[in-house]
Each structure stands twice: as structure tokens, then as C-alpha cells.
């Protein structure tokens, strides 16, 4: 359906109707969140109960929900923390449609529908929330993002016309508290926590305090609230960089080896290894609103908020070098799906550094600083019939990776074996000496890679909405906006290596050099869920000092041009919409229809290198998009039934790092990536068809259909490029727009019911929630490159549920969820040009509350209490490139609520 066609729909349903009178529907919402009424149809005659805890949140969400013009769903948190998740991403898992991704066992991103996390926009009471991903993305990451501050979590999944663009999959409204939330009455609540991780033993403070009140006769109104958080985690990895089918390893593109005769080259194994990652965190977040209001009909805020997370990271590896090996085909072995899994190399003394049969101790130390910061001054003037909304608002992200990368290497072994016939296909390194003495370590390389990013936008709106007195129409919007986003990220890059393998006589500073290292208890890696009884418990643990050491060169005299640049966009939107009300028969049916209009000039600059000559480049484009809309919402039954329609064309932009002119190479996996100025955005025309059933005041049961049509699709290719200075063949990969078109078709089924019907004592505290989403793709022509194979579109999930229980009286609370998803692509053409899948993940969580006084509680949380396994593939279960476990975290504390 086109853009014109989804026009004349809305003329259609309004030709007949101008002349009727009906009351006044509720408007629309735009950036901000529905109305929340205080009764309904649904719950008169049931005044006299007060809803509190677990149902009064619920039932916030469900009036959410209901009263929207759009396809929404919404968590609501009745008191400061008492999410079932400890941040909001975790939290928004339990949405339909919604999955999570997670970093080092937290929820850090969320696909909607089928979008992958930078095809999905967030805000924060309206404003942009920036991304602080290292080398520049648009995908927010939550882990910094505090429940505590959080009075309602929105995600739309259906557009509207005074909707800033940017969600393919949908937008994430983060709403926070505000002064005026309690009536005007003083306020304060606070958390104080302890944090138990079982992998690493640690035990970490968390705290939140937040308070409001009102002054000038109830007309100013302030709210500040903060936390603090020190966070130790740690997680144990086995893993495989890529999967080859060239392997000789001395003659690279040169096809491999059949062991088993069966006229398939095998898989075999690139660069197994044993990770061990270690996160001291630091998080710290501050909010603050200061809200005027002298009438009911003027009203003017300015808020803020900050966060800043300091991240020490060490991750050590214990790594294979068989670059140099020669495989022993007599001795080793293929397992299924033609996947070598037993493994044995021996030397090949003819070859030079660094190509000798070895094993690498490798330490990745260094600081992530991550810090937003998000501001805005608004206000609201309604005049007769006449509500004007202007609002100016600024956002900005940082984060600086201080990284030292030092590898120290035991070269010219003679034999290593490599073993994945074990429960989890993961490697199992076996090595002819003891990796628990530096003896025989002779190479030694030290990298450093500081690298900055940064985005930092400016916006400024105004939308006017006028509501005449009845009539079809009852509400008319128009409005404007301008943002100017920009992108900047510089990389700086030096390296020094001791060869003690072809230099002998480096090899007693190499030995000075290691003195910067320990073996010892503090090295403890964890095998027992990685599938196989012994792993190497110690290992070389390199510190930071080894830099200093070996006089690595300052890295910020020698930044590496072809990674630096700055991505700017200007956008300039205007729209219209308006919203009716019509009865078709005894049916109340209200609509949103609308347009909107963006304009986006793109400026890009950068450096690229040409006959080994860096220069300076830039590029620039524009494009303008006409973005129509359409939401309808039909009372089947007064306020119980309802169904919904809604057709809308949406878009989102490319990545920064896709549009920067960029140019990187892997000596190592002899591969490298660049960016491509000139990507259009990703388009994509949607529907929805769905019922809506509301029981009582907090249960309801929901289906829909969802269709997404995504066009321009942006997808990576590769092709074959030779260093002019070295003659060495690397394979690009880079971003384009190809020609297909992906469509996603799914179902969404939600339920929501509290037992409060029934007589019997316990059950009648009780509820369940559960969604399932069910969503197949077509259309999208992404291969696996060795087997041809075709690939899902990325980030999907066939198959996602979530199901949670709880009991609450007026003493104890206690709530468990569960949630699950089958497997998805995460990249079409990932390490080693190998498609790379995240298989099946379920995780139970659970909490429980313990109210001591109407004012103070205790609790306790548990989350990932089934110690489960993120394991990820290159396309079959017997090549395992991640198995990964991270283990259990508990939470026990107190809050208290003035």
C-alpha cells in the first residue's frame, strides 16, 4: 500500500461523517505518554477497592494500553526498584515483541519485532537517548539506564504523524517521575542493596534515593534523584574465532582438506580459545525536574538527567596459534555437519614469525568511560481551544576505550591438540608443556588503541493542537522539528612487539618484561558449564605495567587516519494530523491520521588511504521522506472488546560507522571493513490487525497480526582488496543498499489475569502474565558464504515467550518470570566471514518482597537462577564459536517510601 493509497483510506473513512455529532474522543498520543484515567466502565462498582503493589502497576499498564490511539504496550512501576529486572532493558523483555540482548550477562539492547537495536528509537520523556557505543552506532545501550527513575515504560509499536522518525521495529518511550506524579504531596524513597555474583564471589553495594515536593502554593514543583552502583562481574568463555574450509593453514585460500572421504571439505577450527572477561563497574546516575505550573492551563519544566559508568575491564585469553601448524590428517577426526572435531597440529619449523605452531597468553586491559547527559525546557499553553507544546532540547554521549592489548607467545611448539567431543562442542586445548610457567614464552607484542566517540544533538519542536467543539474531527495537530545530530570518532594506534623467536637477544628483556605478570589463584576459570571436566584453572596474567615497560610509543602521536571521522545530519520535519470520532452503528470507532514530511542533509568526512597516500575526504547527500499514517481503534463492546488497524511507513537511518568514510584492516584474519557514504535509509511500510479483550480492571487478553515490509535494505558485502604497500590480499567487507525487499510477518498473543475472582484465600492473591510472539521472514537474500545456505533475516527470532506468576498480600510480594527465545542471526558475515547465530536462550528470574511497615520493605531478587549458557554458532550446533557462562546474580536489600 502506498503512501497516497493509506491517504485516501483515511478520506474514505471520514467522507460520510462530517456532519455527525459525537463527544470528544481522547487525543491521540504523540512523544508523550496516554492518559491514565482514575475509573473506567469497567471497574465502576468497584470504588471502594484500592488497587495497590503488583495490580496497581499492572492495571497502569493496561489503562496504558487501552487508551492509546496507537498499537503500545506499557510497564508501569508502582514503587521506586520494584521492577522483576534490574534495568530497563531487562525489563522490557517482558514486552510482546520484544527480545533481549545481553552483555556479560545484563540486558544492554532490545529487538522489536524483528529490528535489530539501531533500527529501534529511545527517548527519554521525548528526548533523543544517544548511543555510547565504541566506534559509532545508534543502538542505546540500558545497562546505564536506571529502573529506579522510571515511572512508565512505553513501546509503540504503530507510528504516528507527531512521532520523531527513527523506529523500523518501533520506539522505547522512557518515562520518568515527576514532581506532580504524587499530587503535590512531599515524596521520598530510597534503596539500599547488596549484589552477589557466584562467578568471581563478589559482593557489591547498590544504592537510589529520590524525592519531590511542591512550593509557591503548590505551583513549583522539584524532583532529584540518583544512583550509585559498583558492580563486579565476570564471565568464563570458551570460543572459536571462525570456522575455515581453506585450511592450510601455510597456504591461505588454498582448499583444505575431506578426512572422512566423503566429498565435502571439512570445517576446521580458527584460532579456539579459553576467555576469561573481569568488569568493575562504576555507574552513576543523577535526574532532575523542576516544573511551574501557576494555572491549569500554562505549564513549564526544565529537566535533565547524567549518567557515567567507568568500566576496568581485563579479559584474558589463553589462545591457539596454528597459523604455522600442519594437520595431522592420519590422527584427527570429523564429526557431524563435516566439522573436524578432533583436531592435531604439528610444527612446521620452515615457517617464520609469527607463523609457528604456538600457544598465546593475551591480556586485554584498559578503562571504558561511557557518560550521557539529556536536557530540555518546554512547556504547554492551552488558549481556548488551542494547546501549544514548544520544547528545545539537547543530548550528548561520550565514551573513551583506553585499551592495551599485550600478547605474549610460546612459539614453535611441536604438537597441540584441540578437542569439541564434549557436551557443549566447545574446545578443549590440549598442549604437549605445562601454560601454567612463563618458561618458553619468546615473543612478545604490546598494542595500545585509545579510541573516542561521541554524538551530541540539538533539537527544537513545536506542535499546536486544536480541538473543536464536536463534530467527526476532535482534534487537529500540526507541527515542526529540527535536530542537527553529530558524530565524531577518532582511533589511535601504536604497537611494539620483542621477537625473541628470530632475536634471541631480546629474549631476556621479553623474560625483565614478564615480571609485569602473575600466575595465581586470582587466573580461576570456571569449566563447569562449558562442557568438558578439566580446563587450564591458571594462566599468565599479564598487568597494564608491561606498557611502560617496553616503551611502547605515545599512541596519540600516531592516530590511524583511516578510523577517524565525523558523521553530521540535519533534519527538518513538519506533519499533520488529525483525529475523529465516528459511530459505525452501535461501534464507537476513533482514528489518527496524519503525515509527516522529513528532510536529512548528510555531511561526512574522513580519511582514506589510496596507493598507500591517506588524504582527506568528504562526502555529503540529502533525502526527504513523506511518512503517512493511519491508526484506527473500534469499541466492539463498551470498554471491554476492541479491535485495532493501523497502516504506517516509517524509516531509519545508517549507522554513522556505515556512513563514515573509514577504512580498517586485520593483519591477523587478513580482513577488514569500510564505510560507505552513500546509504540510503532503511524504508518500511507496516500493519497491524489485532483484538483487544479487557476482563476486569487488571486482566486483559490480546492477538494480533503484524506485518513489515522493510525496502533499502542495508546489508554487507564483500569483495577482495590488495595493500598496494604489501601485496597482501585482504577480504572488505562493506555496507550497501541491496534490492530486495524483507518482509516479517508475525503474531502476537498476550495475557494478563488476576485470580482476585476467586474465593479460595491463596489463589485469589495470585495472577499469571504471558505473551508468545511468533514471526517468519521472506524475501531476504543473505547466504551462508561456504555452504550457500540461505540465512534468516538478521536479529529475528522465529519463536520468543514470556511467562510470569505472582503471589502478593499485605505482608509478602513474590513474583518469577521466565524468558525465551529461539535462535536468530546476529551477522550475516561475522569473524572469519562466518554467519555467526545466537542459539536458544531461556533465563528464570524472581523476586521477593517483604513489607515490614506501610513504609519500609525487604527484598530479595535472583536473577538468571537456572545458571544458564549463552552459546552462539557458525551455522550448526558442532561449530560452537561462543559458549559462555556468566552465573548467578542475587539482590537483598531494604527500601523504604515516605
Not at 589510496?610 to 499514517?629: C, M, Y
Not at 518469577?816 to 550475516?828: D, E, Q, T
Request: proline letters at 5%.
Amino acid at each position: 500500500m502506498s503512501g497516497a493509497s493509506l491517504l485516501v483510506l483515511a478520506a474514505m473513512i471520514a467522507a460520510p461523517a462530517y456532519a455527525q455529532e459525537t463527544p470528544p474522543a481522547e487525543p491521540a498520543p504523540a512523544e508523550q505518554p496516554a492518559a491514565e484515567p482514575e475509573t473506567d466502565a469497567a471497574t465502576q462498582g468497584e470504588q471502594d477497592i484500592v488497587v495497590t503493589g503488583i495490580r496497581s502497576s499492572l492495571q497502569g499498564a493496561l489503562n496504558a494500553k487501552r487508551n492509546s490511539a496507537q498499537v503500545l504496550d506499557a510497564i508501569s512501576a508502582e514503587d521506586i526498584g520494584k521492577f522483576p529486572d534490574k534495568n530497563i532493558g531487562e525489563a522490557l523483555q517482558r514486552v510482546t515483541g520484544v527480545q533481549l540482548t545481553r552483555s556479560d550477562g545484563e540486558g544492554s539492547g532490545v529487538t522489536i519485532r524483528g529490528a535489530d537495536p539501531s533500527l529501534n528509537r529511545v527517548e527519554i520523556n521525548g528526548t533523543s537517548a544517544l548511543s555510547t557505543t565504541v566506534g559509532g552506532g545508534r543502538d542505546v545501550d540500558f545497562r546505564d539506564l536506571p529502573s529506579e527513575f522510571v515511572n512508565r515504560l512505553e513501546v509503540v509499536k504503530s507510528a504516528t504523524a507527531d512521532m520523531t522518525e527513527g523506529g523500523v521495529g518501533g520506539t522505547v518511550r522512557v518515562i520518568t517521575r515527576r514532581p506532580f506524579d504524587n499530587g503535590g504531596d512531599p515524596f521520598l524513597a530510597g534503596s539500599a542493596q547488596v549484589i552477589y555474583a557466584d562467578i568471581g564471589d563478589h559482593m557489591d553495594p547498590k544504592f537510589a534515593l529520590i524525592g519531590s515536593d511542591t512550593f509557591a502554593d503548590g505551583t513549583i514543583g522539584v524532583l532529584l534523584s540518583g544512583t550509585y552502583e559498583n558492580r563486579n562481574v565476570e564471565s568464563h568463555q570458551a570460543r572459536t574465532t571462525g570456522w575455515k574450509q581453506d585450511m592450510d593453514p601455510r597456504t591461505p585460500g588454498v582448499q583444505g582438506f575431506d578426512l572422512d572421504d566423503n566429498g565435502m571439505l571439512d570445517f576446521f577450527p580458527d584460532i579456539p580459545r579459553y576467555v576469561m572477561n573481569r568488569l568493575e563497574t562504576q555507574r552513576y546516575a543523577l535526574n532532575g525536574i523542576l516544573e511551574w505550573r501557576p494555572s491549569d492551563d500554562f505549564k513549564a519544566y526544565y529537566e535533565g538527567n547524567y549518567t557515567r559508568s567507568k568500566q576496568s575491564v581485563t579479559s584474558q585469553f589463553l589462545q591457539t596459534g596454528t597459523t604455522g601448524g600442519i594437520v595431522d590428517t592420519e590422527n584427527s577426526i570429523t564429526g557431524p555437519d563435516d566439522t573436524v572435531s578432533y583436531l592435531v597440529y604439528r610444527n612446521d619449523p620452515s615457517q617464520t614469525v609469527p607463523n609457528q605452531l604456538g600457544v598465546a597468553y593475551r591480556n586485554i586491559l584498559g578503562d571504558i568511560t561511557r557518560t550521557t547527559f539529556n536536557s530540555a525546557i518546554g512547556a504547554e499553553w492551552t488558549t481556548g481551544k488551542l494547546t501549544l507544546t514548544p520544547k528545545i532540547s539537547y543530548a550528548k554521549a561520550k565514551a573513551y576505550n583506553n585499551e592495551i592489548n599485550a600478547t605474549a607467545s610460546v612459539l614453535g611448539m611441536d604438537s597441540l591438540i584441540v578437542d569439541y567431543r564434549n557436551e557443549q562442542q566447545s574446545p578443549q586445548i590440549i598442549l604437549p608443556n605445562d601454560p601454567t610457567t612463563t618458561n618458553g614464552v619468546n615473543r612478545l607484542t604490546v598494542q595500545r588503541r585509545p579510541r573516542y566517540d561521541q554524538q551530541e544533538e540539538y533539537m527544537g519542536k513545536l506542535d499546536a493542537e486544536y480541538k473543536p467543539d464536536g463534530g467527526f474531527f476532535t482534534s487537529f495537530k500540526a507541527g515542526g522539528q529540527w535536530r542537527r545530530l553529530t558524530v565524531d570518532s577518532k582511533l589511535f594506534n601504536t604497537t611494539t612487539t620483542l621477537d625473541g623467536f628470530s632475536n634471541p637477544a631480546v629474549q631476556s628483556r621479553i623474560d625483565e618484561a614478564l615480571g609485569y605478570s602473575d600466575i595465581g589463584n586470582t587466573a580461576f576459570f570456571h569449566t563447569g558449564n562449558l562442557g568438558f571436566d578439566d580446563g587450564y584453572q591458571r594462566w599468565l596474567n599479564i598487568n597494564e605495567g608491561v606498557a611502560n615497560f617496553v616503551g611502547i610509543p605515545d599512541p596519540f602521536g600516531n592516530q590511524t587516519f583511516t578510523d577517524t571521522w565525523e558523521v553530521r545530519e540535519q533534519n527538518i520535519a513538519g506533519y499533520a494530523q488529525a483525529s475523529f470520532e465516528i459511530d459505525l452503528g452501535s461501534v464507537p470507532l476513533t482514528g489518527v491520521v496524519g503525515a509527516r514530511v522529513v528532510n536529512t542533509k548528510t555531511d561526512t568526512s574522513g580519511f582514506l588511504s589510496a596507493g598507500g597516500v591517506v588524504s582527506p575526504v568528504a562526502f555529503d547527500g540529502e533525502v526527504t521522506e513523506f511518512l503517512p499514517s493511519i491508526n484506527l481503534k473500534a469499541e466492539l463492546l463498551p470498554n471491554k472488546l476492541f479491535a485495532r488497524a493501523t497502516a504506517t511507513e516509517v524509516m531509519a537511518r545508517p549507522l554513522p560507522q556505515q556512513l563514515a568514510p573509514r577504512f580498517t584492516l586485520d593483519v591477523v584474519g587478513l580482513s577488514g571493513s569500510r564505510g560507505n557514504p552513500e546509504l540510503e535509509p532503511f524504508r518500511a511500510r507496516q500493519y497491524d490487525l489485532g483484538l483487544e479483550y479487557y476482563i476486569n480492571r487488571t486482566s486483559f487478553a490480546s492477538v494480533t497480526y503484524f506485518r513489515k515490509e522493510i525496502g533499502s535494505f542495508i546489508q554487507n558485502t564483500t569483495e577482495p582488496y590488495t595493500d598496494p604497500t604489501t601485496n597482501v590480499v585482504y577480504n572488505i567487507t562493506f555496507p550497501t543498499n541491496g534490492t530486495q525487499k524483507v518482509t516479517i510477518n508475525g503474531v502476537e498473543a498476550g495475557l494478563q489475569v488476576a485470580f482476585d475472582f476467586l474465593e479460595v484465600p491463596v489463589l485469589k492473591n495470585m495472577g499469571v502474565l504471558a505473551n508468545y510472539t511468533y514471526s517468519k521472514d521472506s524475501g531476504y537474500e543473505g547466504r551462508d558464504v561456504f555452504t550457500g545456505a540461505a540465512l534468516p533475516f538478521q536479529g529475528l527470532s522465529r519463536n520468543s515467550y514470556n511467562i510470569s506468576a505472582y503471589y502478593e498480600d499485605d505482608v509478602i510480594s513474590l513474583r518469577g518470570a521466565y524468558n525465551w527465545r529461539s535462535k536468530y542471526l546476529i551477522v550475516a558475515q561475522g569473524r572469519g566471514n562466518n554467519p555467526e547465530f545466537g542459539e536458544a536462550y531461556g533465563q528464570l528470574d524472581a523476586s521477593l518482597n517483604i513489607t515490614l511497615m506501610p513504609e519500609v520493605s525487604l527484598f530479595l531478587e535472583g536473577v538468571n537462577l537456572l545458571d544458564a549458557t549463552r552459546k552462539e554458532n557458525a551455522n550448526s550446533v558442532y561449530r560452537r564459536t561462543i559458549v559462555e557462562t556468566f552465573g548467578r546474580r542475587v539482590y537483598g536489600g531494604i527500601r523504604f517510601k515516605l
